[in-house]
């Protein structure tokens, strides 16, 4: 379920925005508990409420006193602009480094993806 | 702590200790150990065999007296204790039991566990498969250890100790040790110290873990910062020494013209740009590896 490369908290916090993003949880929908996400998980309470608190700094969930935790309205725009300003740097950037090293073409590269955009086009 | 206002409130501090000493004839098991537990958290206690582990939690749970240093559960020198019992509980590896049978037992805590839970140990014998009418001496190693966490878990003690108690379970009866230890604690939270050297299984039940070595403790931090402080770095060998001076480095290994060395310091942003600057390579170690590294490099010198 969890690597143990990295800590577990932030694997939670990256499980909880990959939901929103995909939309498994809605804006206004209720988060599960850190309880729930302890004994559902097997993992200390006290990690699991630390990964939900990263996403409360971030403004992407809130808490509702005596309630719970929730999606927070404009969550899912929130982490979509984090996605688009990482993706050249993090996705693109590397890719292009490795096409050079190994010698592909960026019009290779760039042919290529017209191709699959095409294929999936056909298909629907 | 102020200790004129500290007498009708409870402590915050759940165990004190400091200065441990305990020794067994010459043999020195703890030395110069002090550390302060936090109440209702969980606590991993990792350490390799002999290295004072079970002598902690011994002190701790009563079974036997520090020969210097103080300790102190709830406040109270925990061998002046007459109540005790009703506190701490200390589960052993598994042959620690009387010759019974399992029901006579469990009879047997519940007279003197005051917050026993007839209804959890019930559970558990369903879960753990235990038969209940059976001598505990005719029982597998992983049977009696299984019945050695139901014990610990039904009494439910502000202060609740395993010391290797998952030994010969198999792994489907220690996930379900780890399952139902978390759900009695989110319900009813309270301290538990789990010693073991199943680091990467039981790691991430912790919160804080300690580690004991040659009678000391060498480290206490929480799991997370652990897991962020081994770091490991690799690239061509003079570039890694140049990067590693003035880190405390763990361990090397060198494979033609390329080194990596393990390295034990909380890595900044800044270190990360600079070593991907210089070409080198950071990795992250696992905790078990970063345990194996802590516990078996040599004495370091004093000067």
Same mark, same amino acid.
């Given at each position: ?124 | ?28 098991? $703890?030395?110069?150990? =002090?550390?302060? #537990?936090? !109440?209702? +958290? @969980?606590?991993?206690? %990792? /350490? ?41 509980? $200390?589960?052993?590896? =598994?042959?620690? #039991?009387? !010759?019974? +049978? @399992?029901?006579?037992? %469990? /009879? ?41 966490? $139901? ?58 873990? $300690? ?93």
């Amino acid at each position: 379920m969890f690597d143990d490369r990295t800590p577990i908290y932030q694997q939670i916090a990256a499980r909880l925005k990959q939901d929103i993003l995909d939309g498994t949880l809605a804006e206004g929908d209720q988060v599960m508990s850190t309880n729930q996400y302890a004994t559902y998980y097997r993992i200390n309470p006290a990690t699991a409420a630390k990964g939900v608190h990263q996403l409360v700094e971030e403004g992407v969930l809130h808490k509702r006193r005596g309630l719970g935790m929730y999606v927070t309205e404009g969550a899912r725009e929130k982490l979509l602009a984090q996605r688009r300003d990482r993706f050249f740097t993090e996705m693109v950037e590397p890719m292009a480094a490795e096409a050079s090293l190994i010698g592909v073409p960026l019009a290779d590269v760039v042919r290529h993806l017209e191709e699959l955009e095409n294929q999936k086009r056909r298909m629907r | 702590m102020n200790p004129g206002t500290s007498v009708h409130e409870q402590p915050e501090n759940l165990v004190e200790v400091d200065d441990l000493r305990v020794s067994y004839g010459d043999v020195t098991a $703890l030395e110069g150990v =002090s550390l302060t #537990l936090e !109440a209702n +958290k @969980i606590y991993g206690l %990792i /350490g390799r065999n002999g290295s004072g582990k079970t002598s902690l939690l011994s002190v701790l749970a009563a079974f036997r007296r520090a020969d210097a240093g103080t300790v102190r559960v709830e406040g109270r020198d925990p061998y002046e204790d007459a109540d005790i019992v009703s506190r701490v509980c $200390l589960i052993r590896e =598994s042959g620690d #039991l009387p !010759a019974a +049978k @399992i029901r006579q037992i %469990i /009879g047997l805590y519940r007279e003197l566990r005051p917050n026993w839970d007839q209804e959890l140990a019930d559970r558990l014998l369903r879960r753990f498969d235990l038969p209940a009418g059976r001598n505990v001496s005719k029982l597998s190693r992983g049977m009696k250890s299984a019945f050695g966490c $139901l014990l610990g878990l039904a009494s439910r003690a502000p202060l609740t100790m395993f010391d290797e108690s998952y030994l010969g379970m198999d792994a489907p009866a220690r996930y379900i040790f780890i399952e139902e230890l978390l759900r009695d604690y989110v319900e009813y939270p309270r301290t538990f110290i789990v010693s073991t050297h199943l680091i990467e299984e039981f790691g991430r039940l912790f919160e804080e873990v $300690l580690i004991v070595d040659k009678g000391r403790l060498i480290v206490h931090d929480t799991v997370d910062s652990l897991r962020e402080r081994g770091v490991s770095i690799s690239g061509p060998a003079e570039l890694v020494d140049r990067f590693a001076m003035g880190l405390d480095v763990l361990g090397e290994q060198v494979l033609g013209p390329t080194k990596q060395v393990t390295v034990y310091s909380h890595p900044t942003d800044d270190l990360r740009r600079q070593a991907k600057a210089a070409g080198l390579e950071l990795g992250t170690l696992p905790l078990q590896d970063l345990f194996v590294h802590l516990t078996t490099r040599p004495e370091r010198n004093p000067s």
